[in-house]
């Protein structure tokens, strides 16, 4: 008998190698940080060209949220946009410098808000990724990491959460499991960093709580604006939990 016992969490942590753990946040603590989703599509710079498909990004995006699901936060795409990079020539002049402000000139002008997070897509500069601010985060196709045990099984998912990370105050802590470690595929949260990014989400004014964009999305539902409601109950359809309140959104976000 203690023999099947030994043996139960045995065979569960083989299956889970590789894998990002499932979150057990409730609906209820979650809170829901938009997306801006940038393609940089330049003619004539490969380098200023992403490869990634919108069906790469949906993948990215739910590893990425089931990685910070252990916080209760949620990253729904809630834009994404297909844009020639700006001033491909400070590309030229500038990528061999280490210090990577000068990137967010490649950003169109035309597309930046202030209620959202936004996140450029390209194919090579001198880092993985980088948060230079809320309106200019930059990851690459071709990014590579150290693996580490039940590490993310593909980069971009992983650079793309450790930037949002920044975004939300947390620094580097350099442990091969973490998710804030620089380079390694680790995707773990403390206590103390799920904390600290959680009050700085709430200091934030576009960020709401999953409870409070479910009841905007069913009384827009409600006054007969399906559109309208649709993309309201996406930014919530997403969130990998099974409850009540992510069927519907999930159902009517369809
Ligand atoms: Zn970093």
Redesign the pocket.
Known sequence: MRFIVLLIPLIWAHQAKGQIEAPNAEFAEYLVAPIHVHRLVTKGELSLSTTLEKRDLERIFGKVNRIWGHAGIHFPIQTITTEAAANPIIYRQNYQSRQLRWMLTLRPKASRTTNQFHIYYLKRFLAN???IGPGGMFVKDTASLRSTENGVDEPIPRVTA??L??ALTLK?RQNVTNL?A?GTSGWTLNDAEIKQAREAAKKIGWIQTASSVLKKADQTYEAGDKKQAKAIYRLIAGIPLHCPETTRAKKRAE
Do not use: F, K, N, Q
Request: proline letters at 0%; zero cysteines; charged letters at 10%.
């Open positions: 990724g980088v948060y450790h930037e990370g920044h580097h804030l620089s």
